[in-house]
């Protein structure tokens, strides 16, 4: 399952809930980890700028996890 954002508002999906990555992969914990880490950190930089911090959220990881999915369907 792919998703076009991984927010809505100030709802968030995270880890596993946000880029559902397959067992294949191997990187479900990690990403998961390193995604929390990563919005909490852009909450704290962007201040009272929530939707900044989420955009970019939103778009750092993106790369990283469309790579991770194709690389579980290719391994499944």
Known sequence: MEMSAWHTDRVVLLGGSAWCLTLYSGMGASTA???????????QRNGS???RALRGWDQRPRPFIALQQRSGRTQA
Do not use: Q
């Open 33 to 43: 980890l390193v995604g929390a880490d990563l919005l909490g950190t852009l909450l």
């Open 49 to 51: 700028n929530t939707c």
